[in-house]
């Protein structure tokens, strides 16, 4: 899955950067986000050290930060710190849900409304959809990501539920993304800022 998360990725910043009007990049580009967002809770959850993982992806967004600027020409904040930022979060929600749970939605909720305010690539959504592939399972994650797509167009992005098809296969393959890892992990963590930068020069010398 992690080649699935990698490809549709480039295939959609690829249409968003040269084939803006053809929607089919974008559907394709879908299925990124929510592989990426298991993966970091996979990760959370196998990883020695929450902080290190957590400063691990912060470098990664600003390594990433000025080329995607630059490609997309924006001010927002890359989608890796939207990652960062959810980490952060699962570690304080898990701390805090058992001793009080409403400090644990209370983190929850400013994390979301951080994202949404600086603001971060999918925003709260982001945070939401992470955090909901840490706490349910089965039915119940299909249903919460299903509820936060119907958020998402009623707030004008139809193309948003086609990334509910990562989640269906989740939720109904037993496990069957384990820890193996498919990519070697080098190549995992440089590929997002690595593919900007490419995209980024292509971009420029085409002008």
Same mark, same amino acid.
């Given at each position: 899955?992690?080649? /699935?998360?990698?490809?549709?990725? !480039?295939?959609? @910043?690829?249409?968003?950067?040269?084939?803006?009007?053809?929607?089919?990049?974008?559907?394709?580009?879908?299925?990124?986000?929510?592989?990426?967002?298991?993966?970091?809770?996979?990760? &959370?959850?196998?990883?020695?050290? @929450? +902080?290190?993982?957590?400063?691990?992806? !912060?470098?990664?967004? =600003?390594?990433?930060?000025?080329? &995607?600027?630059?490609?997309?020409?924006?001010?927002?904040?890359?989608?890796?710190?939207?990652?960062?930022?959810?980490?952060?979060?699962?570690?304080?929600?898990?701390?805090?849900? +058992?001793?009080?749970?409403?400090?644990?939605?209370?983190?929850?909720?400013?994390?979301?409304?951080?994202?949404?305010?600086?603001?971060?690539?999918?925003?709260? &959504?982001?945070? =939401?959809?992470?955090?909901? $592939?840490?706490?349910?399972?089965?039915?119940?994650?299909?249903?919460?990501?299903?509820? #936060?797509?119907? #958020?998402?167009?009623?707030?004008?992005?139809?193309?948003?539920? &086609?990334?509910?098809?990562?989640?269906?296969? /989740?939720? %109904?393959?037993?496990?069957?993304?384990?820890? +193996?890892? %498919?990519?070697?992990?080098?190549? %995992?963590?440089?590929? $997002?800022?690595?593919? #900007?930068?490419?995209?980024?020069?292509?971009? $420029?010398? =085409?002008?």
């Amino acid at each position: 899955m992690e080649l /699935i998360a990698m490809i549709s990725m !480039l295939i959609d @910043h690829i249409g968003v950067t040269f084939f803006p009007e053809q929607d089919s990049f974008r559907i394709i580009g879908r299925l990124a986000f929510p592989i990426y967002a298991f993966a970091l809770v996979r990760g &959370y959850q196998y990883t020695r050290s @929450h +902080k290190h993982y957590v400063l691990r992806l !912060l470098l990664i967004a =600003l390594l990433a930060q000025l080329p &995607y600027m630059l490609l997309f020409e924006t001010w927002d904040m890359n989608v890796v710190f939207t990652l960062s930022l959810s980490l952060a979060c699962l570690v304080f929600v898990d701390r805090y849900k +058992k001793i009080d749970p409403m400090i644990a939605i209370l983190i929850l909720v400013c994390a979301c409304i951080v994202a949404d305010l600086l603001p971060f690539e999918y925003g709260a &959504y982001g945070v =939401l959809l992470v955090h909901a $592939y840490r706490f349910f399972t089965g039915w119940l994650l299909i249903a919460a990501h299903l509820a #936060l797509n119907g #958020l998402e167009l009623m707030m004008g992005v139809p193309l948003q539920i &086609y990334s509910l098809i990562p989640t269906l296969f /989740i939720a %109904w393959s037993s496990g069957a993304w384990n820890s +193996k890892r %498919w990519v070697a992990g080098w190549i %995992w963590r440089t590929f $997002y800022p690595i593919h #900007l930068l490419v995209l980024a020069v292509v971009v $420029y010398f =085409l002008r």
